[in-house]
């Protein structure tokens, strides 16, 4: 069995061929005596910069392992490496029915593993395909017109598709190198197997969903795009079919909700059907950029350095004021900000980057927590109605043509001011941000800016520029269900995702997608 050394130290001007030899020489070894040896893991340790260290874990072979082990027992870094046991799929053959709505993360994985079962799969998304949605988007930023069926968060893909492509995830599971196996299957950089903090950029991501759809159609997925998902049908206490936009039925024994979370139409047509939802926090705030090679600085002590990636940083304050948490969310390093709108005389921001995060500028979410009490009722959709009233205000605010509403952030605070620099398309207009945001919000910000340049020395700067509103940070709501993953209210009907309140970003909506999917394996296997 190999052995896994974590915590192995390069410095920047140091090469990966010297890992052998520092392995080595930490282990008591000759250089010799390490075989077939890899990076497992790489990342970044700038806690004493300038003096930034490039930290790795990597696995290797030896004539004798136990004796290695035995040898260097205090090393807490060493240890043998185990392969984690991944589901085994075993085909089956009962022809149970299954639709999946919705083409993010969730319903991509778990229609490629219900199909990898060798069950019938009909996969309906209500956008377009990624190749044509891209020029839509590209039109909106442009300056054309909104399509409210394919934008930045409804097509193939989902919202991550126009995202970071970040891979990380606070969900400790197994199936995490499978998922991401899948993406450099698909088409993603084989670093990100190895990566600490994995992403894949927007622009690789539209090839790795081109490829992922050729998976699924080879697999015999019947794959329907401009398909919305309008209605529920139920025969025997249990969903037997989904009804189309355009009246059209797929019959179905198991349905697959995954609906992304700005699906509004969608928990609006849930909570009519009686489906059991609920009101569910969230966050909101606004958007921030700075100079690139300014939060490089501030990280890394280096502006710009070959060997480094562009910055990203984490930021959190517990408000003891309002009692709310404020941190950075979805941060983009070397990216753009978004316009991110999907209903008509809305503005919502979000962030994007390339794979290579070569931008001038990063950006990050600074949001607010907001809670059910925020909301103006105690129904389900209340959240949905907050999120949309500041979204209209935003829209307002920018001139009613979807740009965004801007502000330099040191005018946002009253100490000053300075020029309005962003990366927003298809642009921005000067305003007090005050004005889309809920007071709450805008004191809780303001009180928590401060605190944020006590961990990032420069952070507060006349060059950073404040776009909003940032809104769609996670679901207003979620569809409950049970252990067995199916909704409380309506046998059949499996909700997935983020969407449906149960993930947060990419990696842990697929994760979520593949749970769903066994649930149904499981199910369809007693049927046989």
């Known amino acids: 069995m190999p052995l896994r050394l974590r915590e192995v130290p390069l410095s920047l001007e140091q ?4 890992l052998p030899d520092i392995i080595a020489r930490e282990l008591g070894l000759k ?6 040896w890899r990076i497992v893991r790489r990342g970044i340790d700038a806690r004493k910069k300038p003096r930034v260290l490039r930290i790795y874990t990597v696995e290797f072979s030896a004539a004798d392992e136990g004796e290695i082990l035995r040898r260097n027992r205090g090393n807490r870094n060493l240890e043998s490496s185990v392969t984690p046991d991944l589901p085994v799929v075993a085909p089956l053959t009962g022809g149970h029915r299954v639709l999946v709505a919705g083409m993010g993360p969730a319903g991509l994985f778990a229609a490629l593993r219900l199909a990898q079962y060798g069950l019938p799969v009909a996969l309906v998304e209500r956008g377009r395909p990624v190749e044509d949605r891209v020029g839509d988007v590209g039109r909106f930023w442009s300056g054309g017109g909104l399509d409210p069926e394919s934008n930045v968060q409804f097509g193939e893909g989902g919202a991550g598709t126009f995202s ?16 991401l196996q899948h993406l450099v299957d698909f088409g993603a950089p084989e670093e990100i197997l190895i990566q600490a903090k994995p992403h894949v950029g927007t622009d690789r991501l539209r090839q790795v969903l081109i490829n992922f759809r050729l998976e699924l159609l080879r697999l015999g997925v019947d794959i329907r795009y401009r398909a ?3 209605g529920l049908e139920t025969a025997g206490g249990r969903i037997c079919a989904g009804v189309m936009d355009d009246g059209g039925e797929f019959a179905c024994d198991s349905l697959v909700l995954a609906p992304g979370h700005s699906a509004r139409d969608t928990y609006r047509m849930l909570h009519a059907a009686g489906v059991r939802l609920e009101g569910k926090p969230f966050a909101v705030g606004l958007r921030v950029e700075h100079p690139a090679e300014l939060i490089n600085s501030i990280q890394y002590g280096h502006p710009c350095h070959p060997s480094l990636p562009a910055a990203e940083y984490a930021l959190t304050y517990n408000d003891p004021v309002s009692g709310r948490g404020i941190y950075s969310f979805c941060m983009c390093p070397g990216g753009e900000v978004v ?9 919502v921001v979000n962030g994007m980057s390339h794979q290579r995060r070569g931008g001038d500028r990063s950006n990050s979410a600074l949001v607010a927590t907001v809670r059910r009490s925020d909301f103006d009722g105690d129904d389900p959709l209340a959240g949905v109605r907050f999120q949309r009233l500041w979204e209209e205000a935003a829209f307002r605010t920018g001139g009613g043509d979807y740009r965004a509403p801007a502000q330099n952030l040191m005018a946002f605070l009253g100490r000053g001011g300075g020029p309005i620099a962003s990366t927003a398309r298809p642009g921005v207009t000067e305003a007090d941000l005050a004005e889309v945001l809920p007071t709450f919000v805008s004191d809780a910000l303001r009180r928590a800016l401060p605190q944020f340049e006590r961990r990032m020395r420069g952070f507060l700067t006349a060059e950073a520029t404040l776009t909003g509103v940032e809104t769609r940070t996670s679901a207003p709501l979620r569809i409950l269900r049970g252990e067995n993953g199916q909704s409380v209210s309506h046998p059949g009907l499996y909700p997935a995702g983020e969407g449906a309140g149960y993930a947060g ?24």
């Open 15 to 18: 090469d990966e061929t010297f």
């Open 31 to 36: 250089p010799g005596e390490l075989k077939d």
């Open 164 to 179: 970071d492509g970040k891979l990380t995830t606070r969900v400790n599971h197994p199936w995490t190198r499978l998922v």
């Open 228 to 230: 919305k998902l309008a």
């Open 339 to 347: 316009i991110a709108s999907s209903e008509a005389g809305g503005v």
């Open 505 to 528: 970003g990419i990696m842990s909506a697929a994760l979520d997608g593949l749970r769903i999917a066994e649930q149904i394996a499981i199910i369809a296997g007693k049927q046989e």
